[in-house]
Structures are given as structure tokens and as C-alpha cells.
Antibody, heavy 117, light 106 residues
Framework: QVQLVQAGGAAKTPGASVKVSCKAS????????MHWVRQAPGEGLEWMGW????????NYAQKFQGRVTMTRDTSISTAYMELSRLRSDDTAVYFC??????????WGQGTTVTVSS | DIQMTQSPSSLSASVGDRVTLTCRAS??????LNWYQKKPGGAPHLLIY???SLHSGVPSRFSGSGSGTDFTLTISSLQPEDFATYYC????????FGQGTKVELK
């Protein structure tokens, strides 16, 4: 079945970088954009950007430009989101989501990233 | 960037109640509006896309309406599994979410 599986969580110190993975299965990975969305504790959903797995083209939210890099490896149907210069307010659950039809209709289970000294 | 504003921020309701949530865009977004349900510890789930189309597998008690800048999500008869936070999201331009409406048990 169609699913997105994310790797386990990570604990990082301020200033470090984190790379979160999202493996797709059950559909043609290169046919649909992959979005990244995060939710900080007690906060709402925040869109970070998308990547076209076909072309590698990206569109980042202005807030994250310069700190986020989205990439993909089509050979293993996996998308990645790397966030650098981490701060404590980057502590959040990070989700990948694909829009196979309309809207973000398939979601990963989320990856918890904790930033603390 | 398009700002999405949801109201109310939270509401208390009982099982069986009819509930209406509102989402307003800072500029027109035609019908490029999606609704999601989010429960603690879980991933969001798409409920409604293109303002009023029900996503596959979503119960028919959920419905959406609106166009332009004003949208609503209605739950016709609230069920125990519906207590959650609901988010609207525009896909007219660079995506953005509303701040959410938490539906709690009265």
C-alpha cells in the first residue's frame, strides 16, 4: 500500500544540523511532490517546503531559506530534509507528506527532533 | 504570503452536536483550500480538498464549503473519534496552514 516511512528521532545540540529521511513505497516516487511540515510542541502545523522528486527542484518557505536543504535519492525512493544551524525552537516533529491526488494525502509518521544543550 | 486565520481557536461540544469551523484567507484563493484532522501523537489526515471534495474514506458527516476568502468545515454529528485539532491549508500559492481549531469534549 501507499506509505511514507520516516527514520527515528534525533537529539541535537544548538548549531548542529539534522537530516531527516522519508522513504516512499506503493507509488511512483518521482511522479509527486514531497512536502515537509513540522509541528513544534504546543504549536500548529508549519509548512517548510517541497521537493520535486523528478527534477530535484525545490521551493522553500521564506522562513527556512538558507537553513533548509531538501534532496532526494530516486534509486531508493527516499526524500531528505536537512536543517542546519539548529536552535532550541527547531524542536519539533517533522513530517513528510506527498500530494498524490489533491492536498497532502499521504503522510509519514513523523520524526521527532529535539534540540537542547 | 497568504495568511490563513481559523476561528474559533477552540470549542467545546458534545457527541451528536453539529459543529462548524471557519477559515479565512488574507486574499482570494479560489477553492484551493484543504482541511486536515490532527490528533496528538499522530500524523495529520486529509479530510477535504478543493474546499468541498471529500477525501477517500472520510465519513460523510464531514463537509466543506466556501470559495474566495471564506471557508467552513462542518461536522454534522460529532462522534467520539472526531475530538481533535483541525487545520485549513491553502494550496493557491506557496502552501500555508491556519493556526488550528481544537475541538474538545464539553
Amino acid at each position: 500500500q501507499v506509505q511514507l516511512v520516516q527514520a527515528g528521532g534525533a537529539a541535537k545540540t544548538p548549531g548542529a544540523s539534522v537530516k531527516v529521511s522519508c522513504k516512499a513505497s506503493g507509488y511512483t516516487f518521482t511522479d509527486y511532490y514531497m512536502h515537509w511540515v513540522r509541528q513544534a510542541p504546543g504549536e500548529g502545523l508549519e509548512w517548510m517546503g517541497w521537493i520535486s522528486p523528478n527534477s530535484g527542484g525545490t521551493n522553500y518557505a521564506q522562513k527556512f531559506q538558507g537553513r533548509v536543504t531538501m534532496t532526494r535519492d530516486t534509486s531508493i525512493s527516499t526524500a531528505y530534509m536537512e536543517l542546519s544551524r539548529l536552535r532550541s525552537d527547531d524542536t519539533a516533529v517533522y513530517f513528510c507528506a506527498s500530494d498524490l491526488e489533491y492536498g497532502m494525502d499521504v503522510w509519514g509518521q513523523g520524526t521527532t527532533v529535539t534540540v537542547s544543550s | 504570503d497568504i495568511q490563513m486565520t481559523q476561528s474559533p481557536s477552540s470549542l467545546s461540544a458534545s457527541v451528536g452536536d453539529r459543529v462548524t469551523l471557519t477559515c479565512r484567507a488574507s486574499q482570494t484563493i479560489d477553492i484551493y483550500l484543504n482541511w486536515y484532522q490532527k490528533k496528538p501523537g499522530g500524523a495529520p489526515h486529509l479530510l477535504i480538498y478543493s474546499a468541498s471534495s471529500l477525501h477517500s474514506g472520510v465519513p460523510s458527516r464531514f463537509s466543506g464549503s466556501g470559495s474566495g476568502t471564506d471557508f467552513t468545515l462542518t461536522i454534522s454529528s460529532l462522534q467520539p473519534e472526531d475530538f481533535a485539532t483541525y487545520y485549513c491549508q491553502q494550496s493557491y500559492t506557496t502552501p500555508s496552514f491556519g493556526q488550528g481549531t481544537k475541538v474538545e469534549l464539553k
